[in-house]
Antibody
Framework: QVQLVQSGADLKNPGASVKVSCKAS????????IHWVRQAPGQGLEWLGCINTDSGVTNYAQMFPGRGTMTRDTSISTAYMELSRLRFDDTAVYYCARERDTAIVTWGQGTLVTVSS | QSVLTQPPSVSGAPGQRVTISCIGS?????????VHWYQQLPGTAPKLLIY???NRPSGVPDRFSGSKSDTSASLVITGLHTEDETDYYCQSYDSGLSHWVFGGGTKLT
């Protein structure tokens, strides 16, 4: 079945970088965009951006440029989201998600990134 | 402040009907972009509940329905079940921002 499996939880110091992976299975990876969404503790969903898994073209939310990068490796059907210069308020669960017709039809299990000194 | 505005909470008794609104603007819902709804149970990833304004994925009970008009959309849940008590989010695209947007979420009690 269609699955997105993300890397495990991570604890980082402020100013460090984190890279979250998202391995897809059960479908043709390059047929669908991958989006990244985060959810801070007790808060709502925040869209971070997306990547065209075929061309590699990205579209980032306004908060992302300069600190975040989305990439993919089509040979292993895996997407990545890297966030640098981490701040305390970057603490959140980060989800990767597969889009179909502008809706998210498949979600990863989420990766908790904790920024703490 | 979310681009799409949802009430923070709504409530209803088992068996009743509730409506969750999602108010946008002329650059998102009013521009004709589709609205999708997600249900998020505690500690889990969101799940697609309604797509394309008023379509249910397979497996979603017909108690859930969606609609869209002008610059707003609504999620209606009829015949409330206790397991419906959780968080709901709307999502669309905003042409002014050139990216996806979520509502702030609504907790159904």
């Amino acid at each position: 079945q269609v699955q997105l499996v993300q890397s495990g939880a991570d604890l980082k110091n402020p100013g460090a970088s984190v890279k979250v992976s998202c391995k897809a299975s059960g479908y043709t990876f390059t047929d669908y965009y991958i989006h990244w969404v985060r959810q801070a503790p007790g808060q709502g969903l925040e869209w971070l951006g997306c990547i065209n898994t075929d061309s590699g073209v990205t579209n980032y939310a306004q908060m992302f440029p300069g600190r975040g990068t989305m990439t993919r490796d089509t040979s292993i059907s895996t997407a990545y989201m890297e966030l640098s210069r981490l701040r305390f308020d970057d603490t959140a669960v980060y989800y990767c998600a597969r889009e179909r017709d502008t809706a998210i039809v498949t979600w990863g299990q989420g990766t908790l990134v904790t920024v703490s000194s | 402040q979310s681009v799409l505005t949802q009430p923070p909470s709504v409530s209803g008794a088992p068996g009743q009907r509730v409506t969750i609104s999602c108010i946008g603007s002329s650059s998102n819902i009013g521009a004709g972009y589709d609205v999708h709804w997600y249900q998020q149970l505690p500690g889990t990833a969101p799940k697609l509940l309604i797509y394309g304004n008023n379509n249910r994925p397979s497996g979603v009970p017909d108690r859930f329905s969606g609609s869209k008009s002008d610059t707003s959309a609504s999620l209606v849940i009829t015949g409330l079940h206790t397991e419906d008590e959780t968080d709901y989010y709307c999502q669309s695209y905003d042409s002014g921002l050139s990216h996806w947007v979520f509502g702030g979420g609504t907790k159904l009690t």
